[in-house]
């Protein structure tokens, strides 16, 4: 799995519209990149929300969040459109991305781990816990606290 001070693999991916992503093309800002299993599960959904619900926060300080999972693209729309997430998720279906950053776990989804990136593309820190309340509050803690 990448660790911190790593640089971040670079990838291209659909995002939820089908929409080419290319990690890169987010340097120069930090990026909270995180990996959740399964698209409108309880767990991948509170974490999702979480995120959501201080997007406005994290584009103030010009934070970017991308959440990646090997759902397709009409279950990550499905998602987004449900509960309104207005910023990237990444349809990983071949999993090239989840095994980049080694999170695929043994039942061919990815884990739950999250990846805070610096502005130059370095991993900071890396969260890697089963319940999504870690992962919300060590990304707050990084970007949004004074």
Same mark, same amino acid.
């Given at each position: 799995m990448i660790a911190a001070g790593d640089t971040a693999p670079d990838f291209d991916a659909p995002n939820q519209d089908g929409t080419p992503f290319r990690l890169s093309s987010l &340097? $120069?800002?930090?990026?909270?990149?995180?990996?959740y299993p399964k698209a409108d599960t309880p767990g991948c +959904?509170?974490?999702t929300k979480g995120f959501r619900d201080v997007q406005a926060e994290y584009l103030a300080r010009q934070v970017h969040v991308v959440g990646v999972s090997v759902d397709d693209c009409p279950a990550q729309k499905a998602f987004a459109q449900k509960y309104g997430i207005a910023?990237?998720?990444i349809a990983d279906t071949s999993k090239a991305v /989840?095994? /980049?950053? $080694?999170v695929l776990g043994p039942r061919g989804l990815a &884990? &739950?781990? +999250?990846?805070?990136i610096d502005a130059h593309g370095t991993v900071l820190d890396v969260i890697d816990a089963s319940s999504p309340d870690p992962h919300l509050e060590r990304a707050r803690a990084r970007f949004l606290t004074p």
């Open positions: &340097r $120069g800002s930090p990026v909270v990149l995180y990996f +959904t509170i974490e910023f990237p998720l /989840a095994k /980049a950053y $080694g &884990r &739950r781990v +999250t990846f805070l």
